[in-house]
């Protein structure tokens, strides 16, 4: 009798938690938290204050995000000159500021987010994978930016 309740439990708890979509809470070397998106990975990368990151299961992308080591005393005047010289759009989520633009070159399409969260400031790139049509693109556009609100430094 005991066996059989012990096993229903374990059975319940397996279902249970296979049905929850699992959080990828990422915390960088460099002082900096996020949440990835499920099957979300880091890759080794050998650029300086970098974090890489790509779907495990199918690669639409690989997002970079890199920590600089800029001092900006007027964190506004440093972004307004972003946007003004790479004609970008002006972010302005919960506790980050920022520009965001598109560069193509060569049929590649990269996507820039230059962020500033808690004075420190970020240039984080997405450069587009193996999708097909805008809509797919957009959708891991969102993704990805939906990843980069989650951005905190510790």
Do not use: H
């Amino acid at each position: 009798m005991k066996i059989v309740q012990i096993l229903s439990i374990l059975i319940l708890l397996i279902f249970n938690n296979c049905s929850k979509k699992m959080e990828n809470n990422f915390n960088s070397e460099y002082n900096y938290s996020l949440k990835l998106p499920e099957n979300w990975n880091e890759y080794e990368t050998e650029e300086k204050s970098t974090n890489a990151f790509f779907d495990t299961i199918k690669w639409t992308g690989n997002l970079r995000i890199t920590l600089m080591n800029y001092n900006i005393d007027n964190p506004d005047n440093f972004l307004n000159k972003i946007l003004i010289e790479k004609e970008g759009e002006n972010i302005n989520w919960k506790n980050i500021r920022g520009i965001y633009y598109v560069e193509t070159k060569n049929n590649e399409e990269m996507n820039y987010w230059y962020l500033i969260e808690n004075n420190k400031f970020f240039i984080c790139s997405f450069l587009v994978g193996n999708l097909k049509g805008k809509k797919e693109i957009e959708n891991e556009l969102i993704k990805v930016e939906n990843t980069l609100k989650t951005l905190k430094t510790k």
